[in-house]
């Protein structure tokens, strides 16, 4: 069964930090580059960080040096992390996490519920 569960947003001041979490259950999802997404609202869903099956990362430049993505693997499941620093008013956003995959291709694919970031003071 393919599954996306996404955890770990909240309420946060600026400068804090948060860790998100998302299990993604299925051999799909094992045996491909994983990414975390957000979208804002008004705004489109955008790519903010992901990772290749073999450790690979690559960041939007608005991320770099404060985000930090990373993956383990249990049986048929992959837990994606997001490790969030020194957050700012404009990371505020639902997060999701998914395949790898290109924007044109968004609307075709199933998403999980998100988990919701918020910063503010």
């Known amino acids: 069964q393919v599954q996306l569960v996404e955890s770990g947003g909240g309420l946060v001041q600026p400068g804090g930090s948060l860790r998100l979490s998302c299990a993604a259950s299925?051999?799909?999802?094992?045996?491909?580059?994983m990414g975390w997404y957000r979208q804002a609202p008004g705004k489109q869903r955008e790519l903010v960080a992901a990772?290749?099956?073999?450790?690979?990362?690559?960041?939007a430049d608005s991320v770099k040096g404060r985000f930090t993505i990373s993956r383990d693997y249990a049986e048929n499941t992959v837990t994606v992390y997001l490790q969030m620093n020194n957050l700012k008013s404009e990371d505020t956003a639902v997060y999701y996490c998914?395949?790898?995959?290109?924007?044109?291709?968004?609307?075709?694919?199933?998403w999980g519920q998100g988990t919701q970031v918020t910063v503010s003071s």
């Open positions: 990772i290749t099956s073999g450790g690979t990362t690559t960041y």
């Open positions: 998914n395949k790898h995959m290109r924007a044109t291709t968004y609307g075709y694919n199933n």
């Open positions: 299925g051999t799909i999802f094992v045996i491909s580059a």
